[in-house]
């Protein structure tokens, strides 16, 4: 190991830097930007253009058959202070998946969670444990640790959507296990709605009382629809009368995030607003679902538009301006951070918060 060190004539000196290497010891003496006053990130603020994304999508379609790379067609954005990691946000795995039609993208499973939300489209099923699970634009479709899905695109369009997952997370905490499905055929079961639905997307408050059960700490309910998404932002736009609205992704029973390691937040911005300027730990993926206007990350600013994915990394202010109407969804690792009491968030103003009645 090559141990770092100070230069002195003093020969014990040398002698013992000498030892400390072949030990594969290092002196903290000789460490600087371990213990910073505030977090030290890699990852910058960076935006992925959702014309490069579709574009590339499409091009990376023609070009290279779903079989390679895993069974998935999929482009992982890498953010430039990462040193060549396909990561996001030191925490996240960001990607854009491309299902052209007729496609089937096998099953397999990992214990790295996924969620896919779709910023343009229709057409696309995926299986979660055999449950078909229908993805159209706006909606958020879980993929849970350890459940099989398969994705299969019976439509005669192709089909792009956002993929993210906790792998760096579960990578860094050495628990990343694989498994591809059984290999006979693979389904290509449609239902209207998905079993998950049918149990726990019964109405607002209601849930089953002897539905079956999800493991750990994960919503049962597997797809939230864009439907329900939009009413929620709009009634809550209305009565706030504050020109923004963010609601949280919650499983219904617990009431929790829909994953353990992952919150999902839907933001709607009136056009002409700007939102507060806010900051916490841990790194965020945003990706736009409808309007355009701009995004101030750190001291960078970047126009925005439909199907752009923004890294937000740990402890940068960030705020933003709808030119248009905007529909922003982001996801997070706050869970993790709050599970282990790390978040930290900088102050909201009073005006921000409305009193519940
Ligand atoms: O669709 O199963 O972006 O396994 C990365 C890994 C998507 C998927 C990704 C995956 C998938
Ligand atoms: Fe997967």
Redesign the pocket.
Known sequence: MATRRFRTDNRAVDALYDRLSATDLQPLWELTGLLTPEPVVGAVPYRWSGEDLRALGEASGELVPVERG?D?R?L?CCNPGLDGAPYAVPTL?A?V?YLRAGEV?PA?R?TPA?LRFITQGQGVWTLVDGDPVHMSEGDLVL?PSWTF?E?HNPSSEAMTWM?V?D?PIVAALGAVFFEDGPTDEASTATAPRSMSESWYGGGPGLVPVAGPSAPGSRSPLLAYRWADTDRALATQLKASGRGVAVIRFADPVRGGDVMPTLRCEMHRVESGRRTDRTRQTGGRVACILHGTGSIAIGGETFDIGPGDILAIPSWSPWDVQAETELDLFSTSDAPVLEALGLMRHDAVDAADLVAVP
Do not use: E, K, M, N
């Open positions: 895993g998935r999929v992982a795995w990607a998946q993208a397999h990992h996924a993929t899905h994705h993929d997952l792998l």
